[in-house]
């Protein structure tokens, strides 16, 4: 009974996630949801997997990294040259995403362990033009012009990773390893001097995050037709960045939460070209203003239902009024 009461939550969220699973995927077989409406949950889902695993490295690990949209590329051009070139299945395009992002991940993670701050910052970013660049001059996956892809993303996929996604950063963060990563954020120094081995974390903490990214970009790849270099650059990594602040630094539903609003956001606002980027910026700006810490600071959503649980235990407790 004490387990049980211990992952009610847990379950409760999973099961609440199949049943979303089960009424979107009702929807897309019977026609209700048009083309538009799928590329947008798609799309959604997507920038989801794309803030979660960049939370990892910046909220959770405080390694200020702006070239998530290295390892997004790395993703989607390896699953593109598994299914296209080599005539692999879509799951196996899939994984090696994960993997060459990963091994990325580490090739930038590693050598940047002395920098901090904007000097990681800046040696990202680099990472994330050196990547741009490259595939702009390999005649093998198409250059400037790009890959055309098969469309075999589903709904079922996206579901899969995106669970996968979101479960493992979830327990990462609560585990033992998550704490030291959070030491590590707080106070590097203190963190090192007890014991914690934070070359180790900080080296684990990109290869997760630039794992997800590269599944990320396997899903992109495979629903939008085409990829090209132009899609990768520097912009996509603030825009990913944005999530992750705007939803708040340290709480994983706020990066989710920011990722769905700002990305319904930015798919409305197509019809208007010319005033798109000014109404997105002031909607950033008047979040910011008034909610400096981002839209959930550091809290989660669990712990929202903890509080008001706590709050009404306090006010009426066995019948009786108590002093919270």
Not at 27 to 34: E, H
Not at 150 to 161: D, R
Request: proline share 2%; net charge positive.
């Amino acid at each position: 009974m004490a387990t049980w009461k211990r992952t009610r939550g847990f379950w409760v969220s999973v099961i609440l996630a199949f049943a979303f699973f089960a009424v979107v995927e009702w929807l897309i077989a019977s026609g209700t949801l048009n083309v538009f409406y799928v590329n947008t949950l798609f799309f959604m889902a997507i920038n989801v997997m794309l803030a979660a695993s960049l939370h990892l490295i910046i909220g959770i690990t405080g390694q200020f990294s702006i070239g998530h949209a290295g390892f997004f590329a790395v993703g989607a051009y390896a699953s593109a040259v598994m299914t296209m070139k080599l005539e692999l299945p879509f799951a196996v395009g899939v994984l090696t995403a994960g993997i060459a992002a990963m091994l990325a991940g580490l090739v930038i993670g590693v050598p940047s362990l002395r920098l901090k701050g904007d000097y990681l910052a800046i040696a990202t970013l680099g990472f994330g033009e050196i990547v741009r660049i490259a595939l702009l001059n390999i005649d093998y996956v198409g250059g400037a012009s790009g890959m055309t892809v098969t469309h075999m993303t589903t709904w079922p996929w996206v579901f899969a990773c995106l669970f996968v996604t979101i479960l493992v950063i979830a327990n990462f963060t609560n585990s033992t390893h998550g704490r030291a990563c959070i030491s590590i954020r707080e106070d590097e120094i203190a963190a090192d001097a007890m014991g914690i081995n934070t070359t180790y974390y900080k080296v684990a903490a990109f290869a997760i995050g630039s794992f997800f990214a590269g599944i990320a970009g396997a899903l992109y790849a495979h629903h939008f037709y085409i990829i090209q270099p132009s899609n990768f650059g520097f912009l996509k990594s603030f825009d990913i960045l944005i999530f992750v602040v705007l939803g708040g630094l340290g709480s994983l539903s706020g990066a989710v939460v920011a990722a769905v609003l700002l990305t319904i956001v930015s798919t409305f606002l197509q019809n208007y070209p010319e005033t798109r980027m000014i109404i997105y910026s002031i909607v950033l700006i008047l979040v910011m203003l008034y909610r400096p810490t981002g839209l959930m600071g550091t809290k989660e959503l669990s712990s929202l239902f903890k509080w008001r649980k706590a709050a009404q235990g306090g006010m009426n407790h066995g019948g009786k009024n108590t002093v919270a």
